[in-house]
């Protein structure tokens, strides 16, 4: 069935750095994604959306790109923080109901 | 806090026994939405209510599983005749509008089945 995927279960970076965390997509119906942070023990957190009529949407250290053409999402996270450490999941939201990914952790190395 | 509110956090149960969880969505959302998620997945959408209507369920949502929101504000999530199998964190979102809107999460349930 369609399902949305993430490339990278697993991601260390060094504190300070950039993180991009990928996602590919296979919903062709879907117009409207979501990047969610779970930290443990914790429900999902909004962090940032998207709509398919944009390609990019910048908020504060975090950027989300959107590719149509190949089915893409990414997430950016500037200048990496310990407290960045999570899990973070692509969600699509094609009629009602959130579709997640399996997640991709990253870990923030000091 | 006017977020999304669970009770309880943490439930811990024998194998048979019924519980019951409530979601108390932000109060201006019309949208409220149950998921269930597993240790290193994604949470799992059950079923959600349009102000009182319960419009969808899934297909994971047995018949050991009931929802209601009588009165279009909070939600009760019942569990009957708990397995092993139903140890999970149970989720509560919920949104303004219909259709392609934002949903805000809740902290969940976390349920042990013994």
């Known amino acids: 069935g369609e399902s949305v995927g993430l490339h990278l279960p697993t991601l260390s970076v060094q504190e300070g750095d950039n993180s991009i965390i990928n996602c590919a997509y296979s919903n062709s119906a879907s117009d409207y994604f979501i990047w969610y942070k779970q930290e443990s023990g914790k429900g999902p957190q909004f962090i940032i959306d998207i709509r398919s009529n944009m390609d990019k949407r910048q908020g504060q250290r975090v950027t989300v790109l959107l590719n149509k053409t190949v089915k893409h999402l990414s997430l950016q996270i500037a200048a990496t923080q310990p407290g960045d450490s999570a899990v973070y999941f692509c969600a699509e939201i094609p009629y009602d109901k959130v579709i997640f990914g399996p997640g991709t952790s990253l870990s923030v190395i000091p | 806090d006017t977020g999304v509110s669970q009770d309880p956090r943490h439930k811990i149960t024998k194998r048979g026994q019924n519980v019951t969880f409530r979601c108390d969505p932000i109060?201006?959302?019309?949208?409220l939405y149950w998921y269930r998620q597993t240790l290193g997945q994604g949470p799992e959408f059950l079923t959600y209510?349009?102000?009182?209507?319960?419009?969808?369920k899934s297909r994971l949502l047995s018949d050991r599983f009931s929802a209601e929101r009588p009165k279009g504000s909070f939600s009760t999530l019942e569990i009957q005749r708990t397995e092993q199998g139903d140890s999970a964190m149970y989720l509560c979102?919920?949104?303004?509008?219909?259709?392609?809107?934002?949903?805000?999460f809740g902290p969940g349930t976390r349920l042990t089945v013994l």
């Open positions: 209510f349009q102000n009182e209507a319960q419009l969808e």
């Open positions: 979102a919920s949104s303004l509008l219909a259709g392609a809107d934002t949903q805000y």
């Open positions: 109060s201006e959302h019309n949208r």
